[in-house]
């Protein structure tokens, strides 16, 4: 293999456009080739030019036209909300593995600005004929990342759901607790979900307990994408994130003792999540 196709064939692209999506959360719209290949899950390396290069998940893919959903917590994401229509960014890609999509009953999970990489799992699921479930959750509905979108979705077999902690919007508490009460009166036979780490430990609890199956997509640091650096393996397999992920099954999550534990930071030091 080329090492230019191992990095993801580098390639600098214009912002065309941007969406607002919360008052921290926006979406900016760029044009890729055609040609590219995307699966729902996977995620782009994007450089800022000065600042740094991060992974981001792909939110939506309808080509020429790519998106990516950033919320503003850090030195990078701040750099890129901060962009004008016509600014610069270098992007690599797309990187990892994506979402199994062989669901007939779905439950979809959504924590933040992890609905990112769901957006484009949802209309997926629903075009291979899947039922679909989501759960948006967020602090207050202010915060609810595509809740717009969605609750304009006229399919049959959506069902769209809120859960927010102060019960500004639909179910009042966390997602978690949304999702038991679901769990009680509705049958899935996949949980599909992606958001904050200990959130998704407990879903994967529940889930487990449930008998139905998971898949998970996990953020980590990550300086290269595509398994050369190795600052985002998973103790005690070594599996990294950026290859034998982002998105994980139940079966994988169960041998990763770091999985809702513990993560690196950018020196490699070992962190509670």
């Known amino acids: 293999m080329r090492i230019e196709d191992l990095l993801g064939n580098f390639v600098s692209v214009r912002i065309s456009g941007f969406v607002p999506e919360t008052s921290r959360c926006r979406t900016l719209q760029f044009s ?20 740094d290069e991060v992974p981001m998940s792909i939110s939506k893919w309808t080509p020429p036209v790519a998106e990516i ?3 503003n917590i850090g030195e990078a994401t701040k750099a890129l909300i ?17 979402f199994d999509t062989d669901s007939k009953r779905a ?12 957006r484009p799992l949802v209309y997926n699921l629903l075009e291979e004929g899947a039922e679909v479930t989501l759960l948006i959750a967020a602090k207050t509905k202010n915060d609810l990342v595509f809740h717009r979108e969605f609750s304009e979705q006229t399919n049959s077999a959506f069902r769209l759901i809120t859960t927010t902690d102060d019960g500004s919007s639909g179910f009042k508490g966390m997602a978690t607790e949304g999702v038991t009460e679901l769990l009680n009166i509705r049958e899935f036979d996949t949980l599909y979900t992606c958001g904050p780490e200990l959130m998704m430990a407990k879903l994967f609890r529940l889930a487990t307990k449930a008998g139905i199956g998971f898949q998970a997509s996990l953020e980590r640091f990550m300086k290269c994408g595509c398994g050369i650096c190795g600052t985002c393996a998973m103790d005690p397999t ?36």
Request: aromatic share 10%; glycine share 18%; charged share 20%.
């Open 82 to 98: 901060s962009m004008a229509t016509g600014d610069w960014i270098g992007i690599r890609g797309p990187f990892g593995k994506s």
């Open 32 to 51: 890729m080739n055609e040609t590219m290949k995307f699966c729902p899950g996977q995620f782009l390396m994007v450089w800022v030019p000065g600042v």
């Open 238 to 273: 070594g599996d990294l994130v950026c290859l034998d992920g982002p998105v994980f099954t139940g079966v994988q999550l169960k041998k990763l003792s770091d999985f809702g534990r513990h993560y690196r930071d950018q020196m490699g030091s070992k962190k509670e999540c």
């Open 69 to 71: 959903t950033v919320l």
């Open 107 to 118: 439950l979809v999970v959504g924590g933040g600005v992890g609905m990112a990489p769901l």
